[in-house]
């Protein structure tokens, strides 16, 4: 058996620095000047009174919850090729596929569903998805529930959350 055991050095060389009291003393000071000089000046201190004042400064590039996109005819765009539940790398993506019967394409999801509590928003789906049937786009930053089984979005969320930065139905062929 080996030796696995790693010796740390204890930072500090002299007394003072092995006490420690002098960085919490730093610390605490420019705590205190922080607090006493918000307590004089509180008007120009930013704050929002969410959730009744939404931000304001949300941009276009930023990465909202998912959202299903519809097709101009307003059918659904997804043809469940299960591309996004493929590049997903928190597998949190769950589709079922099924025939669609407007013999636009092969399938379409007969459930999508998409567990926002494993989601790590990094938009891999998005750019896997070669319909452009799924975006992120829906500017929404929380999501509030009471349960586990609230952060689960199906289809039917999916479908009804509306682009907030523009172009509203998928870009791919219709």
Do not use: W
Request: hydrophobic letters at 30%; a negative charge; charged letters at 25%.
């Amino acid at each position: 058996m080996g030796k696995n055991i790693i010796t740390t050095p204890r930072y500090g060389k002299n007394f003072k620095d092995r006490l420690y009291l002098p960085a919490i003393y730093e610390g605490c000071k420019v705590t205190f000047k922080h607090f006493f000089t918000n307590i004089n000046n509180s008007n120009a201190v930013d704050t929002l009174e969410y959730p009744e004042e939404q931000p304001s400064d949300i941009t276009s590039r930023y990465r909202g919850l998912h959202r299903l996109t519809h097709r101009a005819d307003d059918t659904i765009a997804c043809v469940a090729c299960f591309m996004c539940a493929t590049a997903c790398p928190s597998d949190c993506i769950f589709i079922e596929a099924t025939e669609r019967d407007d013999n636009k394409d092969e399938k379409m999801p007969k459930s999508f569903s998409i567990d926002t509590l494993e989601c790590i928003f990094c938009g891999y789906c998005v750019e896997a998805c070669p319909c452009d049937a799924i975006r992120m786009d829906t500017g929404i930053f929380s999501l509030t529930g009471n349960s586990r089984e609230d952060f689960v979005l199906n289809k039917d969320q999916l479908l009804s959350y509306k682009g907030a930065f523009g172009e509203e139905n998928s870009c791919a062929r219709s």
